[in-house]
């Protein structure tokens, strides 16, 4: 069974860190590549950051220098540091496959307001 189960959202002001963190099935975390993406409001779902399973990372530019991907392989999680927050980095985030794998978990909300 796949289980995606993401977690560490809140509100934070902008300029603020969070550290975002993603429980994933084994079946999926040894086989794939896995990504952060996120979802604002009225917006389409987008890739941020992937990180392979042998720790080569890749983010979208409007991340870049700001966000840090990293999995831990033994516990089945990746993460996400998210620093100097923008109120534009408004979204759920979500993680899974990179590509997904069709099942979303219920992703963690992150807020960036003043």
């Known amino acids: 069974q796949v289980q995606l189960v993401e977690s560490g959202g809140g509100l934070v002001q902008p300029g603020g860190s969070l550290r975002l963190s993603c429980a994933a099935s084994g079946s999926i975390f040894s086989i794939y590549a896995m990504g952060w993406y996120r979802q604002a409001p009225g917006k389409q779902r987008e890739l941020v950051a992937a990180?392979?399973?042998?720790?080569?990372?890749n983010y979208a530019d409007s991340v870049k220098g700001r966000f840090t991907i990293s999995r831990d392989n033994a516990k089945n999680t990746v993460y996400l540091q998210m620093n100097s927050l923008k109120p534009e980095d408004t979204a759920v985030y979500y993680c899974?496959?990179?590509?997904?794998?069709?099942?979303w978990g219920q992703g963690t909300q992150v807020t960036v307001s003043s």
């Open positions: 899974n496959a990179v590509p997904d794998v069709g099942y």
């Open positions: 990180i392979t399973s042998g720790g080569s990372a």
